[in-house]
């Protein structure tokens, strides 16, 4: 399993503006879980409800843990209006 | 109400006098100067409190005196339909409330004008005791206004005459011997507001502009070159402590990740990446909807030595430029590129690179041109071209390649003289009207209502977005009520959250027309009512962010500065009002439910990349939302606020019988 995630300049604290994900993930629910443990800052701006995400340069807009991921696929974590007041969600 | 076409403007002031009180009605209300260049006269008054408890101030009160004083019977330049400037209820007082708007009937479109902007102008006018400027009648000799120390002074302002905003600022600032941001603020227009450019602005500020709808020829047509503001700031004697207060909505706003990730350390180019990546950016006058990624915001950080910012905003998020060291290249350097003007001079026109870019952006500073219309105006020039619908023969010999950069320059300044096929771009959606394009040209216009759409955002994939852009009531314009918040997969994901910000569902899917006039008639609401108290929209509610100040925090501060009781329900009230008043000029102004559409092209041509491939709007489903729209906002069939409440707001804005 191989998954790429592209990050914003917000998120590239440690100079990097990519990483691989080998831990096996089937979809972005289970990706953000593995970013919450291995990317700082992420669980900040995922709680400020400030990311969305696009796979293979398709943005998801809606129904976006759902998501299925595949080895090889191309994640990237784009900036997206809003944040401040963190989303009251159960999931993730 | 007195018959119009039968009585003068004068007239017209004379009975609105009237019934104004000569006081003021609450602590901190300025007055509202009716100036008059003609006859170099100018009366005061105050703006009743049934009109203060029906629309606010700011874009709110304006819509009152352009509604008394409008009549519709004559042209938009003439000296007779006034120019009015309002400041909000809390501009200059609250944290981000460094706004104001200027309205009047529009040159460009033919529609309603009405234009916000910051920097300094808006909190100056209002901390010299003016809230509203109704200006009208053409001046004898080109006139500057200065206001300060509670006078006002009809100058002289032939040694003005052909200057261009960096020039302008520079002269009145050595002339009259102020510092801009401490004591010297100013509205001005350049030589394309002296030429009555359709797309030229009033500058408020380096960038800063009154920009959409052809303000500058507004005002250009009634000779009056600037409007000049001079005093020191100072604190506002309110009805109880407002400070501590401001603090909370200070660390609100600068709390909100948006304005902390973003804004303030970007500004608004950061949006240009979501939109193409969604396959949503206006590319060559929208025929394309993805662009390079050459012009994301991170691309231009080489080039912004700094941040600047609007009156005691803490946000600072216009971000500076600068392309190169040299001194003397006149456009080496300014303010912007906001996202708007990224998108209009890159993919717009084709242009994919970041310097000639911000380059641009310098030069319609310089020369005073909405970055929106004027980047919309050449980019359907190309188009016109790219079809054979225009040749060479049109264009003076000029070649309308995409991409151009140096031919857009060219362009540029030539429509800020009016020259040669600067002329047909200068009159911006009327050049078919004006014998300059074939009646086919149209279908490759990219406006509503005489407005060409102010972002890059295609929205054929966002109905939500495609809906408020069709209502909007200056023409096709994001500011008024974009829900923007639409494109957030984490709030679309929450129902209950999502529902909690709009008052009851709304579809989470994008692209579904179900319930999504509910979040336009929200989001028009909380934006009418942040114009009227002069809050940025940058920092209002729903537009950049759920956690942003909205009606709640705008009702304890205007309790706290004014001492009026308005509760949250009460001033979204308020915003459904404005834009009745909005949408009853409109009518007289000749505008029917046809004309709350879209561009063609968004009904004909799918887009053609990324996840929503083959999304266009469905003319039906448009038609059935634009209905739920006007049903869920109290309209008629033609979209005009339904008798009972016409006949209310009527009574308000008639006044005393
Ligand atoms: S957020 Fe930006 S544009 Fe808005 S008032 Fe503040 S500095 Fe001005």
């Known amino acids: 399993m191989s998954i790429t995630v592209r990050l914003p300049t917000t998120l590239q604290t440690s100079g990097q503006d990519s990483l691989t994900i080998t831990e096996p993930v089937e979809n972005i629910a289970e990706l953000v879980r593995v970013l919450r443990r291995q990317l700082p800052g992420f669980p900040a701006q995922w709680d400020d409800s400030m990311l969305n ?33 963190p989303v009251p969600r159960s999931a993730c | 109400m007195l018959p119009y076409g039968l009585v003068t403007i004068e007239d017209r002031v004379a009975r609105l006098l009237t019934e104004l009180p000569p006081n003021p009605q609450f602590p901190t209300q300025g007055a509202t100067l009716f100036v008059d260049l003609a006859r170099r006269q100018v009366r005061q008054a105050y703006t009743p409190r049934r009109i203060i408890e029906t629309f606010l101030a700011g874009r709110g009160a304006n819509m009152f005196y352009l509604y008394r004083l409008l009549d519709e019977s004559l042209d938009p330049i003439d000296p007779s339909v006034p120019l009015i400037f309002g400041s909000g209820v809390l501009t200059g007082i609250v944290p981000s409330a460094a706004r104001g708007n200027a309205t009047s009937w529009s040159p460009e479109s033919g529609v309603l004008m009405d ?74 227009i350049t030589r394309a507001g002296e030429n009555q450019v359709l797309t030229s602005a009033i500058m408020a500020g380096p960038k800063a502009c009154y920009a959409r709808g052809g303000p500058g020829a507004k005002m250009g047509s009634l000779k009056m070159k600037a409007i000049v503001v001079q005093g020191q700031t ?57 662009w390079t990624d050459r012009l994301d915001a991170e691309n231009i950080t080489p080039y912004r030595p700094g941040m600047a910012g609007c009156f005691r905003c803490p946000v600072n998020c216009r971000p500076l430029n600068q392309l ?15 996202y708007v003007t990224l998108g209009k001079f890159g993919p717009n026109v084709g242009i994919d690179q970041v310097e000639p870019v911000i380059r ?11 970055t929106a219309s004027t980047g919309s105006a050449i980019a359907w020039a190309m188009e016109l071209y790219q079809r054979g619908i225009v040749s060479k023969s049109d264009t003076g010999g000029l070649e309308l390649t995409w991409g151009d950069a140096e031919l857009v320059e060219r362009l540029l300044f030539a429509m800020s003289h009016r ?25 490759y216009c990219m406006a509503v209502k005489g407005l060409m759409q102010s972002d890059p955002h ?28 639409e494109i957030n997969a984490r709030i679309n994901d929450d129902p209950g959250f999502k ?103 968004w009904f004909d041509e799918e887009i053609t990349v990324g996840a929503y491939k083959t999304e266009k709007i469905d003319r039906q489903e448009f038609d059935a939302m634009l209905s739920r729209f006007y049903a869920i906002s109290g309209l008629s069939d033609e979209g005009v606020p339904a008798e009972a409440w016409r006949q209310e707001l009527e009574l308000v804005l008639s006044g005393p019988a």
């Open chain 2, 360 to 370: 641009l952006n310098n030069i319609c500073n310089d020369l005073g041109l909405d």
């Open chain 2, 499 to 601: 529902a909690k910000l709009y008052g009851g569902p709304v579809s989470a899917q994008p692209n579904n027309y179900e319930t999504k006039e509910r979040a336009v008639r929200v989001c028009e609401n909380i934006y009418g009512v942040g114009d009227a108290v002069g809050m940025c929209r940058f920092t209002t509610k729903l537009f950049n962010s759920p956690s942003l100040p909205g009606l709640e925090e705008f009702s304890s501060q205007i309790a706290n500065v004014t001492g009026l009781e308005f509760d949250a329900d009460v001033l979204d009230r308020i915003g459904l009002n404005i834009m009745g008043v909005e949408r009853l000029i409109n009518h007289r102004l000749g505008v029917r439910r046809s004309d709350d559409t879209l561009p063609d092209r």
């Open chain 2, 115 to 188: 234009s916000n902007a910051g920097d300094y102008f808006p909190s100056f006018l209002k901390m010299n005791g003016i809230d509203h400027l109704v200006i009208y009648g053409r001046a004898d000799a080109w006139t500057v206004l200065w206001l300060g120390d509670g006078q006002v002074e009809f100058r002289d302002a032939t040694p003005y005459l052909g200057l261009d905003n960096i020039d302008m600022r520079d002269r009145i600032a050595t002339d009259l011997g102020g510092t801009w941001t401490r004591d010297l603020a100013m509205a001005n």
């Open chain 2, 419 to 443: 020259e040669g096929f600067g002329n047909v771009l200068a009159d911006s959606t009327r050049a078919i009207e004006r014998g300059h394009y074939p009646t086919e040209a149209r279908k």
């Open chain 1, 53 to 85: 995400f696009s796979v293979n340069d398709e943005v998801v807009l809606h129904r976006a843990e759902e998501r299925v991921l595949a080895s090889g696929d191309v994640v990237e974590i784009i900036l997206a209006l809003s944040g401040g007041t």
């Open chain 2, 234 to 290: 100072h604190d506002f004697e309110t009805a109880q402590p407002y400070k501590q207060y401001n603090k909370e909505i200070a660390t609100k706003l600068l709390n909100t990740s948006v304005v902390k990730n973003a804004l303030r350390t970007m500004g608004t180019p950061f949006l240009y990446r979501p939109s193409r990546v969604l396959g949503a950016m206006g590319t060559k006058n929208n025929q394309e909807t993805t």
């Open chain 2, 324 to 338: 190169n060291d040299d001194q003397a290249d006149r456009y080496g350097r300014g303010d912007g590129p906001e």
């Open chain 2, 458 to 485: 295609d929205a054929r994939i966002l109905k939500a977005f495609a809906l408020g852009l069709a209502v909007s009531t200056r023409g096709m314009d994001h500011l008024r009520n974009r829900v923007t918040l």
